[in-house]
């Protein structure tokens, strides 16, 4: 089976995305030029039931697109939970905010436009889990803000750490995007301060636990 009749079959036995979802689908291949980029029913739903597991209070998404992934997020919330997402691309704010209405979540959801390590430094805030999902050549600088903002036993999930293969391609690509993810993970799996794993979910979720200090 190859990796294409894979994804169908997952798909296929996994629960399917609601009209909201449909919705956000459809206007991100109207409306903008990369619609690969939307992380899909099968991680959305993956996100969605990790974080009802996890139960976190705040968490911080570094890299909104059109707000697929925060509205999966943030339905996976408890009655006082609230998500912070950042998005660089000011272009896609009103699709964004119309999804969030359209879901009903605009109060669990604050949108910031703008750089990612300017606005997260700005806010201050501390997370019990970060999703990332943005610029591939700066993960290794927003898992470490991501870390300085996490409370121990938090995690950080970040997304497309195969980068449909090539990160483990021989030779390795010398592209800035696929050496970015190659240096984050390469860097993750030997930080004494975590401990990872990660999952071959669609184009890979490293998943990311900061062990509290007396663990280091």
Request: hydrophobic fraction near 40%.
């Amino acid at each position: 089976m190859d990796s294409e009749q894979a994804e169908r079959y997952i798909e296929r036995f996994s629960c399917g995305q609601d009209s909201v979802l449909d919705w956000v689908e459809k206007q991100t291949h109207l409306r903008t030029n990369y619609s690969r980029m939307l992380c899909g029913p099968v991680v959305g739903k993956f996100l969605e039931m990790f974080v009802k597991a996890l139960s976190p209070e705040r968490i911080l998404e570094i890299g909104a697109f059109t707000g697929y992934s925060s509205i999966c997020l943030a339905r996976g919330l408890g009655r006082n939970g609230h998500l912070d997402s950042v998005e660089l691309n000011d272009e896609l704010e009103d699709l964004i905010l119309q999804g969030y209405r359209k879901a009903g979540l605009e109060e669990k959801i604050t949108l910031y436009i703008g750089d990612a390590k300017q606005t997260i430094e700005r806010l201050g805030h501390m997370y019990d889990m970060v999703f990332m999902d943005a610029n591939k050549r700066e993960y290794l600088a927003y898992y470490e803000l991501a870390l300085k903002h996490l409370r121990d036993g938090g995690y950080i999930l970040a997304d497309n750490v195969l980068w449909d293969g090539k990160v483990y391609a021989e030779p390795l690509p010398k592209d800035a995007q696929t050496m970015g993810i190659y240096s984050f993970n390469e860097f993750v799996a030997s930080d004494s301060r975590v401990e990872n794993v990660i999952v071959p979910l669609r184009d890979g979720m490293n998943l990311i636990r900061k062990l509290p200090v007396d663990q280091l």
